[in-house]
């Protein structure tokens, strides 16, 4: 399988072009709603189901890389 190597946001398509930006969308109304209703978020790391207290910082408890 060949990678594309071209940022997405260059895709010719509008939806893929957008999509990043609703993805993070959706993750930060998901953290606002896990705070609300005081349950944690359930996410897939690497494979692994991992439960995330939605008020901790996010950039510490997601490895970078991986993505393969």
Do not use: C, F, W, Y
Not at 16 to 28: C, F
Not at 48 to 59: G, M
């Amino acid at each position: 399988m060949t990678k594309n190597k071209q940022p997405i946001e260059t895709a010719r398509d509008a939806d893929l072009r957008h999509s990043k930006q609703a993805m993070i969308r959706a993750s930060q109304r998901a953290r606002a709603l896990a705070i609300q209703t005081g349950t944690s978020l359930v996410v897939s790391i690497q494979g692994v189901v991992v439960h995330l207290d939605p008020a901790a910082p996010t950039q510490s408890k997601i490895p970078k890389g991986g993505e393969d």
